[in-house]
Each structure stands twice: as structure tokens, then as C-alpha cells.
């Protein structure tokens, strides 16, 4: 069964711009979570989507998206991006959604000059 | 505020020879522990994960240790391999509360295991 699957692995883009980067979950999961992770604040939950609906939101703001479509593919959109922003993004999907069931994509690098 | 704290940025042990990776939460709502391990380059990993009804969960040459009351725990990996060289991170989730979708993870801890 492939894993988790995320596009591009590596994107650079300026200040001001905006991006969206992409999520494939396992076949068959519904649930698609993101994360970004930074050297200073670590592995940070940004979003979570089952069935094409938010379910839980992190302590991000506004500029930060993300939306399912209903083939449980995900995207995450990050507007007028800033310096801080350059990160690694983690997409994880399970079945369900439950913690302990969660596969972990490689990940989008994510660098804002 | 980090309700999930690795205190320690990085660890050295030989191989053969015991490594403990220590946590500490503040947040007294989480129920559920896991550890991860992550290579470069790629997601993370699950390694074990233990339930805040018991005090230890052993699988192969991982175990996790739960002290509630000091709000800690650990991960002991015995006997330590060159392979388990990693960042390990510990995650917790508030199980109970509905937040079972959300993990709310540490900064991590580099191991080295050397020959």
C-alpha cells in the first residue's frame, strides 16, 4: 500500500506570496492532519480534515488554510507569506483520525526569502 | 507555553549500552503518550505510545515508562543500535477531552548511537 504522499517536497518563494501545498493520504484514509515544524517551535498541529470538514484547528492564524476534497486529498494554503514561515510541512492521515493510527508523509520543505 | 518538553536537545550512547529519552508535560488533561523517531529527510515515525491507565508498555527492545504524578516519561531503547540514530519526539494527546485528533508534540532529542 503506498504512504502518505505530499507535493512538492521542496518549494522556495518571497515574502508576500502565497503557496499551496498538497496532501495524499493512504488509500482508504479520511482523515488528512498537517503540521509544521521549525527549529525553534518544534513539530506544531496546524489543522485537521475528515470528510471534506475541519475538525480541529490549531493556534495558527488566518493566513493559514487548508481544505479535502472529496477523494480525501488535502491542500494547505498559506498567504502573504512571511520570513517565519519557512518550515517543514507534515501532512499524517489515518482512518479515522485517532492519534495512534497516524502515518506521516515525508513532508514540503518550505522556504520564504 | 510548552505543555510538552524534551529537555534535552540531544543524547550520545554506544552501541550495546542503554539510552533513555526523557519528557515532561504540564498539560494534566493528556491521556494518551507516544514516541516517534524521525530520520532526515523523512516523516516521523511510530514507535510506541502508552495509555495513562497504565505505567509501562514494552515492545521489543522499546519501553515506555508513565510517571503521572511527576508528569513524566520516558523511552528506554535496550540494547541501543547505530540504527536507532534519530531525532525521537514525544507527542500527547487529550484522548478524553475530544481532542483525539490532535497531538501536541516535543521538540525532540537526537540520539546518537555510536559503534
Known amino acids: 500500500k503506498a504512504g502518505v504522499t505530499q507535493t512538492p517536497r521542496y518549494l522556495i518563494k518571497t515574502r508576500g506570496q502565497q503557496v499551496t501545498l498538497s496532501c495524499s493520504p493512504i488509500?482508504?484514509?479520511?482523515?488528512v492532519s498537517w503540521y509544521q515544524q521549525t527549529p525553534g517551535q518544534g513539530l506544531q498541529f496546524l489543522f485537521e480534515?475528515?470528510?471534506?470538514?475541519?475538525?480541529n484547528k490549531g493556534n495558527f492564524p488566518g493566513r493559514f488554510s487548508g481544505r479535502q476534497f472529496s477523494n480525501s486529498r488535502s491542500e494547505m494554503n498559506v498567504s502573504t507569506l512571511e520570513l517565519g514561515d519557512s518550515a517543514l510541512y507534515l501532512c499524517?492521515?489515518?482512518?479515522?483520525?485517532?492519534?495512534?493510527?497516524?502515518?506521516f508523509g515525508p513532508g514540503t520543505r518550505l522556504t520564504v526569502l | 507555553d510548552q505543555q510538552v518538553k524534551q529537555n534535552s536537545p540531544s543524547l550520545s550512547v554506544q552501541e550495546g549500552r542503554i539510552s533513555i529519552l526523557n519528557c515532561d508535560y504540564t498539560n494534566s488533561m493528556f491521556d494518551y503518550f507516544l514516541w516517534y523517531k524521525k530520520y532526515p529527510a523523512e516523516g516521523p515515525t511510530f514507535l510506541i505510545s502508552i495509555s495513562s491507565i497504565k505505567d509501562k508498555n514494552e515492545d521489543g527492545r522499546f519501553t515506555v515508562f508513565l510517571n503521572k504524578s511527576a508528569k513524566h516519561l520516558s523511552l528506554h531503547i535496550v540494547p541501543s543500535q547505530p540504527g536507532d540514530s534519530a531525532v525521537y519526539f514525544c507527542?500527547?494527546?487529550?484522548?478524553?477531552?475530544?481532542?483525539?485528533?490532535?497531538?501536541?508534540f516535543g521538540k525532540g532529542t537526537l540520539l546518537t548511537v555510536n559503534p
Open positions: 499524517a492521515s489515518s482512518l479515522q483520525g485517532r492519534v495512534d493510527t497516524q502515518y
Open positions: 507527542a500527547a494527546s487529550d484522548r478524553s477531552g475530544g481532542s483525539n485528533y490532535k497531538l501536541t
Open positions: 488509500s482508504g484514509h479520511r482523515s
Open positions: 480534515y475528515f470528510s471534506e470538514t475541519q475538525r
